[in-house]
């Protein structure tokens, strides 16, 4: 079914002659020379009869311009939407007629439909005839004007078929005023007409198959308000079958569609909010011009929720972009020690409220691991997760990175303006890293958004809300910060709401051999080695567990890249040399116990100053010496000089 007012067909073209019995007959010699142009139905009849068939004829869609004359043709285009082709009469017709007219008498009536010919007066005197024209509406008045004519002593009377036949049933002779000349213009016309008719119903058909596959609501309208378009999306909304609103008047259908303001004054009303069926839809009134005349209007309805779908896709793409993904679930965090057990057992908690989280511990303690378990575990997973670490950026980088700027709100901002980070996290987590580092007056600001929950770019006065949840982490006391005033104490209750305190590694030891493993596991891997874990970190178990890991997991799992590496290149631990491996790895091994006293001062005794400095005097400033004198690689002897801050003694070079 067409949702658009107009129909659709293929193959020849297809006209419908509707004339009344002269004209018809008249007619039929030319319909014959037509007949390889078009198909031709020919139907005699006149008026509400005429006007019924074509009706019929029109809604079957199976004509496409119908012929017609005189007040039958009037008739038919005042009720069809379909094109009518009009015979017409014309002038040198009535002067034929007319002569025809003058061999039986010179007094002739001439009786035509709606008008009559001023011209006729001036060349009456040359024809010598007495000529007298009238002019008539319905069928009615024609007969009245035949019969008026008839006693004023016109015994010929010339006209349409409806004045012949009168004129007729007087026992007079009625002329027909049409020709053939005049119906061969008018099919010419028709098959002109036709053919325009079928390029616009293709058109309409291809419009058509876009208005019903478009996801939008959408109606049309014609400059009277009637709906003259309507697609599934449109009915579904107003819950009413195909095509029940063609042609009714839109503001009836459905007041809040209405559209006559747009209709009278011209101008779009875009971004409009519906309330409709309990949801909310976004509404586009556009006014429709041909040629700069307003020949309609349209409405345009989204479901509001797909524009905000695609807020949240366009702003994650945006994150996407800036490489801001979870990689970690609450799955992936190693360990099985009861500190790390009630660390993943309180995240869990977390996870179930929309509350901002404050997560604690050293650096490398997997703050940013919790958090994006915590918001992967949440009700906003799959939404952006976008991480920011406070202390990396000057003060004024970290307010537009934050707030995002408008263009030209500072020398050097980007054209277009830009999306700050609090947009980018909306309907999902920003996760504020270093918070402690955060800038007073930032901190300010950080606390009003998570107050009100909306934000302002840089340059700009509008509020944009923003529904997000904050992760914040630290490494620093925030509860000393507050006591030295560099960190506001009514943000740090704001954020304290959910405290995640994340234990060192040093305080779960019993966690190292099997976050080792995973991390040997994921190297190996890496590189499609066929060799187990254990075989990497089975050997070196007690080294794992005698270091104290400052650096925590981080630092671990640095160490086990190095150490597979090692691993892969010897093809085993024991097949390390003992030099490399300290010399990779000197945080992990210490000097090989038995190398004297020094040694092992030198690498974690109590003075490793002292012992450094004694063995470099004992050797004349000799490095290769004292390195052999403590029992350590030359390396390592020159790293921990410069971690101590100890000069070469002078002449040394670089012995
Ligand atoms: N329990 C754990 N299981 C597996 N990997 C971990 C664990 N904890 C931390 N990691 C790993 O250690 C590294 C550091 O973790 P993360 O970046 O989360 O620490 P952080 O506390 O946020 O560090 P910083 O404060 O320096 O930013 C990451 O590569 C992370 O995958």
Avoid at 83 to 102: E, F, K, M, Q, S
Avoid at 347 to 356: G, H, I, K, V, W
Wanted: overall charge neutral; glycine content about 8%.
């Amino acid at each position: 079914m067409p949702a658009l007012l107009g129909h659709r067909h293929n193959g020849r073209l297809r006209l419908c002659f509707l004339s009344y019995r002269h004209l018809t007959n008249l007619a039929r010699s030319v319909l014959d020379e037509y007949a390889k142009k078009a198909e031709i139905e020919v139907i005699d009849q006149a008026y509400e009869a005429a006007l019924a068939v074509a009706r019929e004829r029109e809604a079957s869609g199976t004509v496409d311009a119908f012929v017609s004359a005189g007040a039958n043709a009037s008739y038919l285009r005042s009720t069809l939407k379909s094109p009518v082709a009009t015979i017409n009469v014309g002038g040198y017709d009535i002067l034929l007629a007319l002569l025809r007219a003058r061999e039986r008498s010179n007094r002739v009536g001439i009786v035509m439909h709606r008008r009559t010919i001023p011209e006729l007066d001036a060349i009456k005197g040359l024809l010598r005839t007495e000529v007298e024209q009238g002019a008539y509406e319905t069928p009615d008045e024609a007969v009245a004007c035949v019969k008026g004519m008839a006693e004023r002593g016109f015994p010929v009377i010339i006209g349409s078929s409806v004045v012949v036949e009168a004129t007729e049933r007087l026992g007079m002779e009625g002329i027909l005023a049409y020709s053939v000349a005049g119906v061969r213009q008018g099919l010419d016309d028709a098959l002109e007409l036709a053919r325009i008719a079928r390029l616009e119903n293709a058109r309409y058909g291809q419009l058509n198959g876009v208005l019903q596959n478009v996801q939008e609501a959408v109606l049309a309208v014609d400059p009277d308000d009637r709906v003259t378009a309507v697609n599934p999306a449109m009915e579904a909304l107003l819950g009413i079958p195909p095509n029940a609103v063609l042609g009714r008047i839109a503001a009836e259908v459905e007041p809040d569609l209405s559209l006559r303001g747009v209709l009278a004054s011209g101008e779009a009303v875009k971004g409009s909010v519906l309330r409709f069926r309990s949801r909310d839809w976004i509404a586009n009134r556009i006014p429709i011009r041909e040629h700069g005349q307003i020949t309609g209007a349209m409405i345009t309805v989204y479901d509001a929720r797909t524009i905000s779908e695609a807020d949240v896709s366009l702003r994650s793409q945006t994150r996407r972009r800036s490489n801001r993904t979870t990689r970690y679930a609450l799955a992936d965090i190693g360990g099985g020690s009861p500190a790390i057990e009630r660390a993943r057992a309180t995240a869990r908690r977390f996870a179930a409220s929309d509350l901002t989280v404050l997560i604690s511990g050293e650096s490398g303690t997997g703050k940013e691991l919790f958090a994006q378990a915590i918001h992967n575990l949440g009700s906003r997973a799959g939404r952006p997760f976008v991480a920011i670490n406070c202390s990396a950026f000057p003060d004024t980088l970290l307010e537009s990175e934050l707030f995002g700027h408008e263009e030209g709100a500072f020398t050097g901002s980007r054209k277009g303006g830009k999306v700050g980070l609090f947009e980018a996290a909306h309907t999902g987590t920003l996760f504020l890293d270093e918070i402690g580092d955060m800038p007073l007056p930032l901190q300010t600001r950080l606390l009003r958004v998570l107050q009100e929950r909306e934000i302002v770019r840089l340059g700009s006065v509008v509020p944009i809300p923003v529904d997000l949840r904050v992760i914040a982490a630290t490494h620093q006391p925030l509860e000393e910060l507050v006591a030295q005033r560099s960190f506001r104490a009514d943000l740090l209750y704001r954020l304290n709401t959910l405290r995640l305190r994340l234990p060192p590694l040093r305080d779960r030891v019993e966690d190292v051999t099997t976050l080792a493993e995973g991390f040997v596991a994921a190297c190996l891997e890496r590189a499609q080695a066929d060799m187990a874990p254990s075989a990497v970190v089975g050997p070196l178990g007690p080294w794992f567990t005698a270091y104290g890991w400052p650096g925590n997991v981080r630092e671990l799992e640095n160490i086990c890249e190095r150490l597979t590496m090692l691993v892969l290149q010897f093809g085993g631990v024991a097949a390390i040399p003992p030099d490399i491996l300290r010399y990779d790895c000197p945080e992990l091994f210490p000097e090989p116990p038995g190398l004297g006293e020094a040694g092992a001062a030198a690498h974690d005794g109590d003075d490793p100053r002292a012992a450094i400095e004694s063995a470099l005097s004992h050797s004349s400033g000799n490095r290769a010496e004292a390195a052999r004198l403590l029992g350590i690689s030359r390396a390592t002897l020159w790293r921990r000089m410069r971690q101590l801050g100890i000069d070469p003694p002078a002449g040394a070079g670089s012995r």
